[in-house]
């Protein structure tokens, strides 16, 4: 009877890891396909960031950054900030317009989250002619959530002094 219970036991176990394993390969289909659907719309992928359910990727084409479903128009940035807690900790803005007033971030406008001082959140404020996008690149251990933060970051910086000439 032992025997039984115990090749029963084996049995549930393998069961539930080829389950596993068919689960993580059809995520990695599924991650592979937006890739390559970024791709095929001629967008570079500035990075994966964990999202609720998914992955939410980051890219640019030649006019626009996108996030998830959101877009902005290149020549309608005027600035970007790196938050942590949602505080500034680096910035650029462009040499070309100033930060219209609708579109500056106001403390309040991000959240404070219930993490607290252990998890560091790290966020990318974009500020465009038409407002502010917070690219929320989370909280996840030590590096993982500033080096999404800094991508990003870099992304934008780099194009606000492509478009001032090298002057931002």
Not at 26 to 50: D, H, Y
Not at 105 to 125: K, N, S
Not at 126 to 147: H, K, M
Not at 152 to 168: H, N, S
Request: proline content about 2%.
């Amino acid at each position: 009877m032992r025997d039984f219970v115990a090749a029963a036991m084996a049995f549930v176990l393998l069961v539930i890891a080829a389950s596993l394993g068919t689960t993580l390969q059809m995520f990695r289909k599924q991650r592979r396909r937006a890739r390559e659907n970024e791709r095929t719309l001629g967008r570079t992928i500035v990075a994966e960031i964990p999202a609720q359910d998914e992955l939410a990727l980051f890219t640019k084409d030649a006019r626009q950054f996108h996030y998830g479903a959101r877009s902005i128009d290149n020549d309608r940035i005027v600035g970007a900030r790196i938050l942590i807690n949602g505080a500034v900790i680096a910035s650029c803005t462009s040499g070309r317009r100033a930060i219209p007033d609708s579109a500056r971030l106001t403390a309040d406008a991000i959240d404070d989250r219930p993490e607290g001082i252990a998890r560091d959140r790290w966020d990318v404020a974009i500020d465009s002619l038409d407002g502010t996008l917070v690219v929320e690149c989370g909280a996840i251990r030590e590096r993982v959530s500033q080096e999404l933060a800094r991508a990003v970051f870099d992304a934008v910086k780099e194009e606000l002094e492509r478009q001032d000439g090298g002057q931002a």
